[in-house]
């Protein structure tokens, strides 16, 4: 019979030890392998105030750190809050002062065609004119007094307004205002600053996902988790907070924006006045709707569709609006809801 001496047995059980040792560390070597290779990436949030609202970007990425994706992201926003932002610095307070202004930059001409050019699309429902009526309605800011303007009021800032008071020579780079009308890019500004933040991320890396979403106005950087739609929740326009959703979207990529007359408002007996303001009237909008959602390729798209659509209201109103790439939800007073077709396929999982 085959005998173990005492001191091959000792040896025997040291090698076995070893083996399973380094059968340990491989198995280890191999979860832990496994485990990075498939653990989601991480998602960095970052929240600042810009362009009167608050704007958030969430991104993840497996090449370049996250937090250098959002720092390009908001100073590019800043950038576009600067120079767009508000009427009172930056190209647009240049302008206004001047009633014209010739060599403009390509950002500037292609951001006041792109208003007037939706205007146009919209009859006016989106102008670009409106600020004189929006000071005076006090929704200029959260700090000035609420108040219902003088009949004659109105009628003398409507007679400053009008997209067509604007003369865009794109060849010359030119752009002249007629005597007293004011340009307010603020409808426009806040999702092209979106589609900007999100460009430069792509240049550094196209492979990035996440989101930025400027006060509602949201653009995709790329699917949750590279093959995940994102959630995208409608509020109820009367609800108490936040957390009532009545609808859900599903994107994968694009731009969606809601304008509401929850966001900006004062009543007086009983009556809201809201910041979307009527070009033909300038009144708050009465068109029935009281919430506005658009999906759009672009977020400045999105921005000022949702704004046209409040205006216009429901059906036929806003049929057109597929053909310029807009699809629309509206929630009406009674709560009803219309879509445009194609819209209902963002709203399966
Ligand atoms: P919303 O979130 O409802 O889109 P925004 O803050 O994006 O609101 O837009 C507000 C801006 O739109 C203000 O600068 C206001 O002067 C302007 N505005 C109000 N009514 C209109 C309109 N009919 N067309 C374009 N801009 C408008
Ligand atoms: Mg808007």
Known sequence: MYRLSKRNSASFLKSRIFIYGIFFVAAAATLLLLFFRNRPLEYYDRTEYYLGTYVTVRVASSKVSPTILAEAAMKEIERIDEKFGSRSRGIVAEINANGEASGLDRETVFLIKSALDIARNTNGAFDPTLYSLTKL???????????????????????????????LNETESHVRLMEGVMLDLGGIAKGY?????????????????????????????????????????????????????????????????????????????????????????????????????????????????????????????ITFMPRYGALVLLIMEDMSRYRSPGFEVYQQK
């Not at 006090?138 to 109105?154: N, R």
């Not at 949750?224 to 609800?239: D, L, M, Q």
């Not at 303001?277 to 921005?303: E, F, Q």
Request: no cysteine; aromatic share 10%; hydrophobic share 40%.
């Open 137 to 167: 309605w006090g929704f200029d800011d959260v700090a000035s007094e609420k108040q219902i303007p003088l009949d004659v009021e109105i009628t003398a800032a409507l007679e400053n307004s009008g997209y067509s008071k604007i003369v």
């Open 193 to 317: 600053a979106v589609d900007m933040a999100i460009a430069r991320i792509k240049a550094l890396d196209p492979e990035a996902t996440g989101f930025i979403d400027a006060g509602g106005d949201i653009g995709v950087i790329g699917p949750k988790y590279g093959n995940r739609p994102w959630i995208i929740g409608v509020r109820n326009p009367r609800g108490e907070s936040v957390q009532d959703i009545v609808e859900y979207i599903y994107l994968y990529d694009g731009a969606i924006a809601t304008s509401g007359d929850y966001e900006r408002f004062f009543v007086v007996d009983g009556i809201r006045y809201h910041h979307i303001l009527d070009s033909k009237t300038g009144l708050p909008s009465r068109s029935g709707v009281i919430s506005s959602t658009v999906i759009s390729k672009s977020t400045m798209l999105a921005d000022a569709y949702a704004t046209a659509a409040f205006v216009i209201g429901k059906e036929p109103g």
